[in-house]
């Protein structure tokens, strides 16, 4: 139990340690504040200035608490008590966090306007600290970011709506089908795979491997996914080189498998839209022939790319 309580603390310190760079001046504040779609001004958020530099002076100090603790902890100085009182120290952080909202009546923020920050902060952390754990909870659908513009009755500024939804890591398991269809569409006419592409793709970088998303050639796209030949932009498939060489100069001879969208077997196909694997080669070879006495040169390449 200790371990854990302890594991969770170190974690939540980590994320709540850049948060004072967050409003170190009323121009960092103002872009927080545009990034969760709001619009204030320097004068609004006036009321709590007070209130965030007392809040980043305590955060600075937390994570000085987390440091030592971690230290102490090490040298077998450290127990449960020390814990629960470091445990203590964040309860009160996140306390006084909670409270600013409350402070700033005339910007009406949402009543889970502190959940929204949060859920920035753990966001952030992940994609800094921990890429692989980031890109795999995107590509679950635990992660979920969108675009939204600025509108009437919604964000003043336009914004990247944050969600994360934890449910779906027991979806995937116990649902297999409705979390592919909720998070991706797949199997239907709205099949987002272009989306579903790009992090895989995303995934395996940042395990640092490379599977670059590219544009699917005109021999494979209207034999396997003839219906999104018109489509714009053009549908992409995902390449996994597993065989790369270069012989001899301006040649190119790569094997690997490919991931692209795909018709289904059901009526009508082009609503029935999943993802097929299949091996593919790709080999580039340029050759000089002279044509001339004067050694005009005609260059020709050709390529293969195909099951």
Known sequence: MGISLESVSGEIISILAPLPSYFSSTDKAVETFNRLGYGPSAADLAPVAADLAQLADDINKLVDAGEQFAADRAAGNAGLTELLKLIAEIALVLKDLAAVPGKLPALNLDPKFFLALFQ??????????????????????????????????????????????????????????QWARDVYGWGTSDFRHALFLLRVSSVFDAFGLFAPVVEIPDDILTKFFPSGATLSPRPQSLRFPLYHDEPAPDTVVELGIMGLPVEGKTAPTDQDVGIGVMPYADGVVEGTIPITDEHREHRQTSHRVGA
């Open 120 to 177: 920035m902060l753990v966001v952030d952390y992940l994609r800094q600290e921990r890429p692989a754990l980031y890109a795999s909870l995107e590509l679950l659908g635990v992660i979920d970011q969108s675009f939204v513009p600025a509108q009437a009755g919604g964000p003043a500024v336009s914004c990247t709506k944050l969600e994360i939804h934890w449910d779906r890591l027991v979806q995937i398991v116990e649902h297999t089908g």
